[in-house]
């Protein structure tokens, strides 16, 4: 039997398409016919994780204390690890036990959270563009979006002013995220003490994403919602492994802030989940009190990588500015084409693989996301078919969409 009577619940018929899908289609095809592929697309580290983490691991698997299920709240251990790396990085004091709670990744908890907090028909606001989570899973929980759309002209950050105020009194959270996936674009600390403002006024919870605390260059050191004064009465906010220290696969995030707003997230996991493996939380420890050595080996990466691309494509006519953080360039289209248009373009023509910046939402369209997640030997491979087909940034010799099969 088909069971094609029974369709998924509307709340997932309700999720906008997926871009990726069909560049995966593509993906798929080009890899069949022997295609050298170079994925630029998604924000995947390709380092390793540190050999100290690794070596936690395993040692923490051999231990038969850790092989049943963890504690529902994450271990005790864990906890005060990350209240302690909070405390070293930020100068904020966190309670272990009700401040902060580790996470499957922070995707998992950033979605697990609109769906604890949000009632169908709740007002979300939502920056656009956004990395995908930021909507779709408020869209998931039945909330209904107003976006945030963000400028160029604005360096990218949210024009709370532009907010009408209707608006901001019938919205109950407003997710960001700076350093931002995928606009690069990073926010002043008086931004962030704006928004705090804004929020207190308008008794609006405040989600913000941290995934790039550390991929930051040159400096320039990220602010962190928490160390403005005030802001735990009034939000989250979410960490990840994944980038910082090569773990992407492992799993492990979490989420430090508000006493209630943890509770009730904890409450749902209760329901939905055991959490990590404790042996992966251990080494997760481990993570976080490396010396900062391992910091600056990743972002001395990220940093050669910027500054080849940024510097080879402008030898294609693109004026990329310096990014002063995370692991993304945030490319305008060649003239004329849409950014999925032109990432297929991209593709077909060049095997590379580059994320459309529609998949981020309308606001992304015109643009392309690139990951620096290939060595300067392969992203020189990359400026080389560019050169070949022809694809830079001049309104004479663009691609154009009819070129697109
Ligand atoms: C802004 C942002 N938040 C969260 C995530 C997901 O991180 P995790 O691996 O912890 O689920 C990503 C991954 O690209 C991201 O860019």
């Known amino acids: 039997m ?37 994925d630029l697309g998604m924000g995947n580290p390709d380092g390793a ?41 930020y100068d904020v004091e966190l309670d272990p036990d009700s401040e902060a709670l580790p996470l499957i990744g922070s995707k998992e908890g950033l979605t697990h959270l609109a769906i604890a907090y949000i009632n169908p028909g709740d007002l979300v606001l939502v920056p656009n563009p956004a990395y995908p989570a930021h909507f779709r899973g408020p869209l998931i929980a039945g909330g209904k979006i107003h976006s945030l759309i963000l400028k160029p002209e604005n360096d990218w950050l949210i024009d709370l002013a532009a907010i009408p105020d209707d608006v901001a009194k019938a919205a109950k959270i407003l997710y960001f995220n700076y350093p931002s996936n995928p606009t690069a674009a990073t926010a002043p600390r008086e931004f962030f003490e704006e928004i705090v403002a804004f929020a207190k006024k308008y008794e609006i919870l405040l989600v913000h994403d941290l995934c790039y605390a550390e991929l930051a260059f040159d400096g320039y050191q990220p602010t962190s919602l928490l160390e403005i004064p005030g802001a735990k009465d009034i939000s989250v906010e979410f960490h990840t492994l994944s980038k910082t220290y090569n773990m992407a696969g492992w799993r492990v995030g979490f989420v430090v802030g508000n006493r209630h707003i943890i509770q009730g997230l904890r409450t749902l996991k209760t329901n939905l989940d055991y959490g990590i493996f404790a042996a992966l939380q251990s080494a997760a420890e481990t993570a976080l009190q490396l010396p900062d050595i391992y910091l600056h080996e990743v972002q001395n990466r990220y940093i050669r990588r910027r500054d080849f691309l940024i510097q080879g494509l402008g030898e294609l006519g693109w004026n990329i500015p310096k990014t002063k953080a995370t692991m993304y360039l945030w490319v305008p289209c060649a003239e004329g084409m849409g950014s999925t248009d032109f990432a297929l373009s991209v593709l077909q023509q060049t095997g590379v693989v580059v994320t459309p910046g529609n998949a981020f939402g309308s606001a992304g369209e015109g643009y392309v996301r690139i990951s620096l997640i290939a060595e300067c030997d392969r992203l020189a491979e990359v400026l080389q078919r560019f050169k070949q087909a022809n694809i830079c940034y001049s309104p004479d010799a663009m691609l154009s969409s009819a070129d697109i099969t």
Request: a positive charge; proline letters at 9%.
């Open 2 to 38: 088909s069971l094609s009577w029974i369709s998924p619940a509307e709340r997932i018929q309700a999720l906008p398409p997926y871009v990726f899908a069909r560049l995966d289609e593509l993906k798929a095809k080009a890899r069949e016919q022997g295609l050298d592929l170079i």
């Open 49 to 89: 994780t540190p050999q100290p983490v690794v070596e936690a691991a395993v040692a923490a698997m051999q231990n038969s204390s850790n092989h049943g299920y963890p504690p529902f709240e994450g271990t005790a251990s864990f906890r005060r690890a990350i209240t302690n790396w909070y405390n070293r990085r």
